[in-house]
C-alpha cells in the first residue's frame, strides 16, 4: 500500500472515530440515565382546537428528525393520534448558575437542546398528552419521590418521556378568571370576608402627615398588597380599574358579574373613596389629598402575625416616646428557634403574634407616636405637587363604577371629576413610603382618566385631553421596546379606549399597539423558550403583552400577533422549564411555596414549627394548622434573569424547600419555588389583576 493511501486511511479512521465520539456524545447513549431524560412540557391549561399547538422537550438526546406522537385518551386507554417530526433545535438551556449566598450552585449540567413540538393539526376535542420513544413504565426524574427529601411535596407525577395530560377544546380557557378573582378574596382587609382568616385591621387608621395630618379616619378594607398587609392605593386602583374595563369591554366573560366581579371591585372603590379627602378651611382655601398608602414598612417584618392579630400600632395621642414606652409583651425578639433563615432585610421577625418590632422613629423618622394595643395604623399623604399617577388610576376607576353601581352613580361620577382635576393640579409621581411601587409615568393614568370622563359626560375636552396625554407617550418614546406594560404603565389601554371612544384614533392606536408588542417580542426569538420577559414581575408583563395583542385584534380584525400571543400564554401556564403553570390551580401542577404570609400561616403555623401559636398568646386566630393549604387562584411573580435575581433577593432560602426546578435553571431565566424568595416567587394584586385582563381578553379573542 502506497503512503498516501495509508495516511488517507488513518486521517479517514480518524474522522470516523471523532464522528462515533460525537455521536455518542449527543445520541441516546451519552451518559448515565439521568443525562438522556426527555423532558416535555405543555400548556397545562390546554389548546383551543383552531390555535397554534406547541410543545417543547427539554433534554441531552439529539432528536433531530426524530417523531413524537400525539396520544388521546379514550377510556382508560390512550391511542395514537398523529405522529409529528420534532423541530429545529432552537439551543442548550441550564447549567450554568454560578450561586451565591441565597442560593447553592445547583450541581446540574445543561441540556443541550430544546426542541419545539408542533402539532396543531390536532383539532378534535379530547384529552391528550405527548410522548417520546416507547412506553416507558418509569417516572420523570423530576417527579419521582426517590429523587427527593423524604416529607418534600412533589409535583403531580407523569412518565419519563411523556407530558403531562391536557385537554383540546373550545372551552379551556372559561375557568383562568374565576381563578383570577379568587386570589383577591385571601386579601381583603377588614370585615369583608376574607377568605383564609378572619376580619382584621378594623381600626384604621391614623393620618401621620400631609394635609390632615393627626386626624382619625375610617379607612378600614381594601385589599392586602401581597405578602405584607400594606394596603397600597396605586396597585387597588390599578386592580379596581382593570376589573372593571375588563368587565364593561367583555362582560360576556363573567358568568354572574355581581358576586364575580362588581362585589370584589367594590372593596377597592370603598378604600380609594375613604383616601380621598376635600375640605375648605376657615380661610376658604381647598385642601384635597388622595393618600398613597395604610400602614407602613413595620409590616414586612411581622412575617408570623396573622392580619387579625397584627395590632400594635399607633395611638391617637402623640407625644415624644420613651425608652419604657418599648415593652415587648411575652417573650423576646429574635427569628424562630432552629430557623435561622428566617431574617428579614427591615428588620427581626417577632416569634409569636403579640411581640413588637424595636423600632425607634416613625415609619419615616418623622413622627414619634406612642404605640398601644389595638392601636390605628398609619396612612400616607402623596408627597408635596405629587399624585397625577394614582388620580388617574382612581378617577378612571370611579368613572367606570359609575356604569354599574346606580345607587352610587352620582357619587362615583363626582369623584372621577374631582380626582382628576386634583391629579391635574399635581403633575408628578406618588410613590408609597415603602418604596415598593416607584411609577415612571403619570400621562398614561390621566389619559385612562380622561377617556372615562369623557364617556360618562360627553365632553369632548376630555376625549380631546386623552389624545394630548396619549401623545406625550408617543409610539418610540416611553412606548418604546425598552419599557414593558404593566401596573405602571398602563399604555396599552390608553390606546385602546380612546379608540373605542374616537373610530378616527383607531388606525394610530392600532399602529401603536403592534409596534410595542412586535419591538418587545422580538427577543422571545433568542430565547429557546419564547421568554419575552425576564424583569422583576414578569408574570405581569407577559399577560399584558397578551391583552395588548388582543387588544390589536380586537381593533383590527387581524390576527396576525395572537400566534405570538399563545406562545406567551403557553409559556405561563406550563410550557416552560419549570413545568409549572404560573396560575395556582391552572393546570396540573403549579407553585406550592409562594411568598404570601397567609399561605405560609396556615402551612406551618405562627411560629414556622407547624403550631399555630396565636391562641396561645391571646390572639384572635385559631385556625388549625393545614399543610395542605391551597392560595387557589394566585399568580405568582414569574420568572426573572439571574442578574435580576442576585440583584433584588437579599433573603436566604429556607432550606426545608429544596429547588426542584436546580436541573432547569438558567442564567436567562430563574424561576425559586420558596416561600422566602420575594423576587420570583412573590404573589401580589398587580399579577392578579393582570391575569383579570389575560383571561378576559385572551379568552374571548381566541374564542372560535
Not at 397554534?52 to 393520534?81: C, D, H, M, Y
Not at 382619625?216 to 386602583?237: E, P
Not at 392600532?510 to 419575552?532: C, D, G, K, M, Q
Request: hydrophobic share 40%; glycine share 8%; with cysteine.
Amino acid at each position: 500500500m502506497k503512503k498516501s493511501t495509508k495516511r488517507f486511511v488513518v486521517l479517514l479512521l480518524i474522522v470516523v472515530l471523532a464522528m462515533l465520539h460525537f455521536a455518542c456524545q449527543s445520541g441516546p447513549n451519552r451518559g448515565t440515565a439521568e443525562d438522556m431524560t426527555i423532558n416535555i412540557r405543555v400548556n397545562q391549561v390546554g389548546y383551543r382546537p383552531h390555535m397554534p399547538k406547541e410543545a417543547f422537550v427539554i433534554t441531552n438526546q439529539n432528536l433531530r428528525r426524530s417523531r413524537f406522537q400525539v396520544l388521546r385518551q379514550e377510556g382508560e386507554n390512550w391511542v395514537l393520534a398523529g405522529e409529528f417530526r420534532v423541530g429545529r433545535d432552537r439551543g442548550s438551556w441550564g447549567g450554568n448558575i454560578p450561586g451565591n449566598a441565597r442560593y447553592r450552585r445547583p450541581d446540574a449540567q445543561p441540556f443541550r437542546h430544546v426542541w419545539p413540538l408542533d402539532f396543531s393539526s390536532i383539532t378534535e376535542p379530547g384529552i391528550y398528552k405527548l410522548r417520546i420513544g416507547p412506553e416507558n413504565p418509569a417516572l420523570s426524574f423530576e417527579t419521582d419521590p426517590a429523587n427527593w427529601p423524604e416529607g418534600t411535596e412533589i409535583m403531580a407525577p407523569r412518565r419519563a418521556n411523556e407530558s403531562y395530560p391536557f385537554p383540546i377544546n373550545d372551552n379551556v380557557y372559561d375557568d383562568l378568571l374565576r381563578l383570577s378573582l379568587e386570589f383577591f378574596k385571601f386579601q381583603r382587609c377588614g370585615d369583608t370576608n376574607p377568605r383564609g382568616r378572619g376580619p382584621c385591621h378594623l381600626r384604621d387608621g391614623l393620618i401621620i402627615n400631609g394635609p390632615f395630618a393627626g386626624r382619625v379616619i375610617d379607612a378600614v378594607g381594601g385589599w392586602h398588597d401581597a405578602a405584607d398587609y400594606i394596603n397600597f392605593t396605586v396597585t387597588t386602583s390599578y386592580s379596581t380599574y382593570v376589573m372593571l374595563a375588563s368587565y364593561f369591554y367583555f362582560p360576556e366573560q363573567f358568568a354572574d358579574p355581581q358576586v364575580d366581579v362588581l362585589e370584589e371591585a367594590r372593596i377597592g372603590l370603598d378604600l380609594l373613596e375613604r383616601l380621598w379627602l376635600s375640605e375648605t378651611d376657615a380661610a376658604g382655601n381647598l385642601i384635597q389629598m388622595l393618600h398613597v398608602q395604610v400602614a407602613d414598612n413595620r409590616e414586612h417584618a411581622r412575617w408570623h402575625t396573622w392580619p387579625e392579630d397584627d395590632v400594635v400600632y399607633y395611638s391617637e395621642t402623640a407625644r415624644p416616646r420613651m425608652p419604657w414606652d418599648l415593652t415587648i409583651p411575652h417573650h423576646s425578639m429574635g427569628s424562630p428557634p432552629g430557623r435561622p433563615w428566617e431574617t428579614s432585610n427591615v428588620g427581626r421577625h417577632p416569634t409569636s403574634a403579640w411581640s413588637l418590632n424595636l423600632w425607634v422613629n416613625g415609619p419615616n423618622g418623622e413622627v414619634p407616636w406612642t404605640w398601644e394595643m389595638d392601636g390605628r395604623r398609619p396612612i400616607q399623604a402623596s408627597q408635596p405637587g405629587m399624585g397625577a399617577n394614582i388620580a388617574g388610576k382612581t378617577s378612571a376607576s370611579f368613572a367606570l363604577a359609575s356604569h354599574f353601581f346606580p345607587e352610587r352613580a352620582e357619587r362615583y361620577r363626582e369623584l372621577a371629576k374631582e380626582i382628576f382635576y386634583w391629579g391635574l393640579t399635581v403633575p408628578g409621581v406618588a410613590y408609597d413610603g415603602s418604596l415598593g411601587y416607584v411609577e415612571t409615568h403619570w400621562y398614561d393614568d390621566m389619559a385612562v382618566a380622561a377617556a372615562n370622563l369623557y364617556r360618562i359626560t360627553g365632553d369632548r375636552r376630555y376625549l380631546e385631553m386623552a389624545k394630548e396625554f396619549a401623545a406625550m407617550i408617543g409610539i418610540d418614546g416611553m412606548y418604546g421596546p425598552q419599557y414593558s406594560i404593566t401596573w405602571s404603565r398602563q399604555f396599552h389601554w390608553v390606546n385602546f379606549e380612546i379608540a373605542m371612544l374616537d373610530p378616527s384614533f383607531k388606525e394610530t392606536a392600532a399602529a401603536r399597539l403592534r409596534n410595542h408588542f412586535v419591538s418587545v417580542t422580538e427577543v422571545a426569538e433568542y430565547s429557546p423558550w419564547f421568554i419575552a420577559s425576564t424583569q422583576w414581575g414578569s408574570t405581569t408583563a407577559l399577560t399584558n403583552l397578551v391583552v395588548e395583542a388582543a387588544m390589536y385584534t380586537y381593533l383590527t380584525g387581524n390576527r396576525d400577533l395572537m400566534p405570538m400571543a399563545q406562545r406567551i400564554a403557553n409559556f405561563i401556564l406550563g410550557n416552560n422549564p419549570w413545568d409549572i403553570s404560573f396560575l395556582n390551580s391552572a393546570g396540573t401542577n403549579w407553585f406550592r411555596n409562594p411568598r404570601h404570609r397567609i399561605d405560609r400561616l396556615n402551612k406551618a403555623g405562627t411560629s414556622g414549627l407547624g403550631v399555630n401559636l396565636s391562641a396561645l398568646y391571646g390572639g384572635r386566630n385559631n385556625n388549625p394548622v393545614d399543610p395542605g393549604f391551597n392560595l387557589e387562584g394566585a399568580w405568582t411573580g414569574g420568572v426573572v434573569s439571574w442578574a435580576v435575581w442576585v440583584g433584588h433577593q437579599s433573603n436566604r432560602m429556607d432550606p426545608s424547600q429544596p429547588d426542584r426546578f436546580a436541573r432547569f435553571q438558567d442564567i436567562r431565566g430563574f424561576y425559586l419555588d420558596n416561600y422566602m424568595d420575594f423576587v420570583s416567587n412573590e404573589v401580589a394584586l398587580a399579577s392578579n389583576a393582570g391575569g383579570v385582563a389575560f383571561s378576559v381578553f385572551f379568552n374571548a379573542l381566541t374564542a372560535p
